[in-house]
T-cell receptor
Framework: NAGVTQTPKFRVLKTGQSMTLLCAQD?????MYWYRQDPGMGLRLIHY???????AKGEVPDGYNVSRLKKQNFLLGLESAAPSQTSVYFC?????????FGPGTRLTVL | SQELEQSPQSLIVQEGKNLTINCTSS?????LYWYKQKYGEGLIFLMM?????EEKSHEKITAKLDEKKQQSSLHITASQPSHAGIYLC????????????FGKGTLLTVNP
C-alpha cells in the first residue's frame, strides 16, 4: 500500500495564479483532511470530508476550495493564490480516529 | 473550541538524557494522539491514549494520559539523535470523533 500520497511535492506560484493539490489514499478510508502547517501556528485544519461527495469547512477555509468526487481522492484548490497561502500543506485520511498523513506539499506564493 | 498547549516549545538535550514533553488541553480529553514529524516530512503516528491513567510505551517512548488534569505527557528515556524532530499532540475537538485539534508542537534536538 502506498498509504497517503500528495502531488506535487513542491510548487512556486505567482500571486493570483491558481492550482490544485491532489491527495490520494489507498486504504479505503472514509475521512480525509487538508491541513496547513506554518511556523509557530502548528497544524490547522482547512477543509475535511466525511465521505465521497461531502466536504466541510475547517478552521481556516478562506481562499480554498475542495472536492471529493472519488472516495480515494481529495483535491484542494487555490483559485487566486496569495502570499499568505505560502505554507506546507498536509493531507490525511483516517479510520477510527488515527490519522495517516501524506508527505506534504511545500507551496510558495510570490 | 478546544486548545492544546504543548510545553516546552523547544528542547535541546544531550544524547542519553531523559526528557518529558507535556500537552495540556483546555477541555476534557476523550482521547489523545502523539505524532512525530521530521523536518520536511509528514507526521508519523506514535501512539493513542483513550482512557484516564492509560500508559503506553513504544521502544524508549512512554506516553501517559491524565484525564483529571486534562494533560498528557510524553517521556523519552536515554534519548538518541534519531529521536530528534517535532512532537505534536492531537485531540478530538468539538465532540467529534474524527476531527483532530493539534498543539503547536515541541521541537526536540538531541546533540550527540
Amino acid at each position: 500500500n502506498a498509504g497517503v500520497t500528495q502531488t506535487p511535492k513542491f510548487r512556486v506560484l505567482k500571486t493570483g495564479q491558481s492550482m490544485t493539490l491532489l491527495c490520494a489514499q489507498d486504504m479505503n478510508h472514509e475521512y480525509m483532511y487538508w491541513y496547513r502547517q506554518d511556523p509557530g501556528m502548528g497544524l490547522r485544519l482547512i477543509h475535511y470530508s466525511v465521505g465521497e461527495g461531502t466536504t466541510a469547512k475547517g478552521e481556516v477555509p478562506d481562499g480554498y476550495n475542495v472536492s471529493r468526487l472519488k472516495k480515494q481522492n481529495f483535491l484542494l484548490g487555490l483559485e487566486s493564490a496569495a502570499p499568505s497561502q505560502t505554507s506546507v500543506y498536509f493531507c490525511a485520511s483516517s479510520y477510527r480516529g488515527e490519522q495517516f498523513f501524506g508527505p506534504g506539499t511545500r507551496l510558495t506564493v510570490l | 473550541s478546544q486548545e492544546l498547549e504543548q510545553s516546552p516549545q523547544s528542547l535541546i538535550v544531550q544524547e542519553g538524557k531523559n526528557l518529558t514533553i507535556n500537552c495540556t488541553s483546555s477541555k476534557t480529553l476523550y482521547g489523545l494522539y502523539w505524532y512525530k514529524q521530521k523536518y520536511g516530512e509528514g507526521l508519523i503516528f506514535l501512539m493513542m491514549l483513550q482512557k484516564g491513567g492509560e500508559e503506553k510505551s513504544h521502544e524508549k517512548i512512554t506516553a501517559k494520559l491524565d484525564e483529571k488534569k486534562q494533560q498528557s505527557s510524553l517521556h523519552i528515556t536515554a534519548s538518541q539523535p534519531s529521536h530528534a524532530g517535532i512532537y505534536l499532540c492531537g485531540a478530538f475537538s468539538g465532540g467529534s470523533n474524527y476531527k483532530l485539534t493539534f498543539g503547536k508542537g515541541t521541537l526536540l534536538t538531541v546533540n550527540p
